[in-house]
């Protein structure tokens, strides 16, 4: 319990530093500032697997599944990669949502902020609940196996490269539900999420932005989980690797969402990513697939993904320019 409880004091202390001192004041944050934050965020979750395999090499962390420190690293890593990988397709609705309200860039990142805060309270409580799942009831493998192959299926054959583009925040159920119950602003003020307006509280469309994005998270959580489940059932590795994607994922979006054209064959990374974790998860009671041929599988899904990406792109560049 020390360390979990060490673990979120570092991750809100993280977040602290970020908001009160180096995003103190409201700013449009340029392309060098979120290639340096991407890299910090990435280089932390990935060294983070060095401090994953003392911990469970000294016995400092509850060890259920019985895994040796080599075996928690990598565990870990696969996991991360997993759930960075399945977060673009967010990173592409948290676009929408932004776009659709007119959110000010200099504004993004508080809502992005405190919506991290709201993920490490709903992953918890979806880690937990998914755990517990799969270790009292054994056909759960089969059922969440299933779902993420019927997710990657679904995924492979969606005519656009982003089927979320028919996405409309602003008739979404869930806006349309906070419209009811309390009265909302037409315009931001600042960076404020309510403003009173004759003597009523109104909520701004900052508020209704941090919203739809915390819904969304636990929409896209119901992949990932089950994603990750499929690798390990140790809740600290499957925690920690949740957070720390979403801790990247933040800087991401500030670093692909101008970009995310460029990748539009990752759609097929996801798809192999995802069938290939539910079969694995399908599986694992009558066949156990080494640690590092897992990571293996999803490394080199990703770099095809990216590699295939940006060769098309730059091919029609090449067209564009021609005409």
Request: net charge positive; hydrophobic share 55%; charged share 15%.
């Amino acid at each position: 319990m020390l360390i979990w409880i060490l673990f979120l004091l570092m991750i809100l202390g993280f977040l602290a530093l970020d908001l009160g001192v180096f995003n103190k004041t409201p700013h449009i944050i340029s392309n060098r500032e979120t290639a340096i934050w991407t890299s910090v965020w990435v280089t932390l979750g990935l060294g983070f697997s060095l401090v994953i395999y003392q911990l469970y090499l000294h016995a400092l962390v509850p060890n259920p599944t019985k895994l040796s420190p080599g075996n928690a690293m990598l565990k870990y890593i696969t996991g991360y990669l997993v759930e960075l990988s399945l977060s673009v397709d967010n990173i592409f609705v948290i676009a929408v949502i932004f776009t659709s309200f007119r959110i000010p860039q200099k504004y993004q990142h508080r809502v992005l902020f405190w919506g991290i805060i709201g993920a490490l309270v709903f992953r918890a409580l979806m880690i937990l609940f998914g755990v517990l799942l799969i270790e009292k009831f054994d056909w759960m493998a089969y059922v969440f196996g299933a779902f993420l192959v019927y997710t990657a299926i679904k995924m492979f054959l969606s005519k656009d490269d982003h089927a979320d583009e028919e996405f409309n925040p602003k008739k979404s159920g869930v806006f349309r539900f906070v419209k009811r119950i309390m009265p909302v602003t037409s315009k931001t003020d600042g960076e404020h999420f309510f403003v009173r307006k004759r003597h009523i509280l109104a909520a701004t469309p900052l508020f209704i932005v941090l919203i739809l994005i915390e819904f969304t998270d636990i929409l896209f959580a119901l992949d990932s989980i089950p994603a990750i489940i499929a690798i390990t059932t140790d809740p600290f590795l499957v925690f920690t690797s949740n957070i720390f994607a979403i801790l990247g994922l933040r800087s991401m979006y500030f670093f692909l969402s101008n970009m995310l054209g460029k990748f539009s064959k990752l759609k097929y990374s996801l798809t192999v990513i995802l069938t290939f974790v539910g079969i694995k998860l399908i599986l694992k009671e009558h066949y156990h697939l080494p640690e590092w041929a897992s990571l293996g599988v999803i490394a080199l899904s990703l770099a095809g993904g990216i590699i295939w990406s940006l060769k098309s792109s730059q091919s029609n560049d090449k067209v564009t320019n021609v005409h």
